[in-house]
Nanobody, 120 residues
Framework: EVQLVESGGGLVQAGGSLRLSCAAS????????IGWFRQAPGKEREGVSCISSSDGSTYYADSVKGRFTISSDNAKNTVYLQMNSLKPEDTAVYYC?????????????WGQGTQVTVSS
């Protein structure tokens, strides 16, 4: 059974930083693409970033380019999202998601979500 467990959310002031972690189990990590989505109250879910564990290729939404960095530690089966220069509009529940080989718009596997709140 594939499980994704997020951690690292919290409350931070604008301009601050947080690092989210997504620990994966029940899968062959190198075969999966893992990424982050977020959903703010009253808004549609948005794809934020993803990484291919096999070749390290990455994707970032325009709204986070230059501020967020995704990385993976294959030895720990963990993906990280380093979020710098946070803005109030980054406030959302952040979800880790995974798919075999390539992350789709509706991934097969999801974590439970972690709240990120950025105060102005």
């Amino acid at each position: 059974e594939v499980q994704l467990v997020e951690s690292g959310g919290g409350l931070v002031q604008a301009g601050g930083s947080l690092r989210l972690s997504c620990a994966a189990s029940g899968l062959i990590f190198a075969d999966y693409a893992i990424g982050w989505f977020r959903q703010a109250p009253g808004k549609e879910r948005e794809g934020v970033s993803c990484i291919s564990s096999s070749d390290g290729s990455t994707y970032y939404a325009d709204s986070v380019k230059g501020r967020f960095t995704i990385s993976s530690d294959n030895a720990k089966n963990t993906v990280y999202l380093q979020m710098n220069s946070l803005k109030p509009e980054d406030t959302a529940v952040y979800y880790c998601a995974a798919d075999l080989y390539r992350l789709t718009r509706i991934p097969n596997y999801w974590g439970q979500g972690t709240q990120v709140t950025v105060s102005s």
